[in-house]
């Protein structure tokens, strides 16, 4: 009884702590933010009452409602985590509250974390508005896969860097604040050297979209001619584009992947993934290559005309194939940042 006293006295004092913060003058959201902040706003109070009142007295009807509350507000935080991350961190919970719930509710709430592991750095082009978009996303030594979420500029690094990162985690997403040192690097991975770069041209496909909106001799001039011409002339000579099995280049497909065409440009890896395994039947061999780009036809809701990892060794490109698109995927996979011009 005294422990439940004392986790409803702590609820109660967090309860007002917590109102009078979110409540106060000393925060100024921008319009589109604002209405965001309102669906998570009542239902972090709704939490809280729902809470203190379960603490002073148990009922099964109450719990059953602080569930629907953690699951409701657990799909608005996890809507925020890409575009605002910010408002994640204002309206997080301190670790005090969640851990005076009860122990099968915690799991479904945010919480403070350490991590540590290998960068991946994708940026996102959209060539006809001229804007990108940069995720990060963390490798644990556990295998587990983390989305990195900055309130503000993210950490100027290369994919393939090991770093320790501290922020505010929600299932499979984390919101950090650069403020706070919350990246920490532990080994930063480097620019490849300018030289001959071995490269696999993969096209792909969806198994309910299976078209071929260009021709495997199309994909080698664009890739292996003007592409390639572009790097010798910008690197005065130093950069050169071929394929391992061929000089001219080394084109693989059309491959249908036993995927659906998606609605958007979540689950890249995965496409790239099952295009690699098809290919491999052909010779394709990951290790022979500095650099794969995957040609896909356009997707459906992905606002973006391609993908490059950042000093990492892969591109996908969306229906867009020119000299540009490939040029500018492959100069992040180079490790440069690119402005669309």
Not at 39 to 50: C, N, S
Not at 185 to 201: D, S
Request: hydrophobic share 40%; with cysteine; aromatic share 8%.
């Amino acid at each position: 009884m005294r422990r439940a006293k004392r986790r409803g006295d702590l609820v109660s004092v967090l309860l007002a702590f917590f109102l009078c913060a979110m409540t106060g003058t000393g925060l100024v959201w921008a319009h589109d933010e604002t209405a965001a902040l309102q669906v998570i706003r009542p239902l972090t109070v709704q939490l809280l009452k729902l809470a203190e009142a379960l603490s002073k007295a148990p009922q099964q009807a109450k719990l059953h409602e602080l569930q629907e509350t953690i699951e409701a507000r657990r799909d608005a935080l996890l809507a925020l985590m890409e575009h605002h991350p910010a408002m994640v961190l204002e309206v997080a919970l301190p670790d005090a509250v969640r851990k005076s719930l009860p122990e099968e509710l915690q799991a479904r709430l945010e919480h403070q974390e350490t991590l540590e592991g290998e960068l991946t750095v994708l940026v996102s082009s959209n060539f006809e508005l001229k804007v990108a978009q940069t995720l990060y996303e963390l490798t644990t030594d556990r295998g587990e896969h983390v989305g990195l979420h900055f309130a503000g500029e993210g950490p100027d690094l290369l994919t393939g860097s090991r770093v320790r990162v501290h922020g505010v985690q929600l299932e499979n997403q984390m919101a950090l604040d650069p403020a706070n040192s919350s990246t920490q690097t532990i080994t930063a991975a480097e620019v490849a050297p300018l030289t001959i770069k071995k490269v696999a041209v993969i096209l792909v496909n969806f198994q309910d979209k299976a078209i071929q909106p260009y021709t495997p001799s199309t994909a080698k001039s664009v890739m292996f001619t003007t592409t390639n011409a572009y790097y010798q002339e910008v690197s005065f000579g130093k950069t050169k584009l071929e394929g391992f099995n061929r000089p001219d280049g080394d084109i693989f497909g059309w491959y249908t992947v036993p995927i659906n065409s998606p609605r958007s440009c979540d689950g890249v890896e995965a496409w790239t993934d099952a295009a690699g395994s098809l290919a491999r039947n052909d010779g394709f061999n990951p290790a022979n290559y500095s650099n794969e780009i995957y040609l896909f036809p356009r997707v459906s809701g992905c606002n973006y005309g391609g993908q490059g990892t950042l000093g990492g060794r892969w591109s996908a490109i969306f229906g867009v194939l020119t000299t540009r698109a490939v040029g500018h995927e492959l100069g992040h996979n180079f490790g440069l940042h690119l402005q669309l011009m």
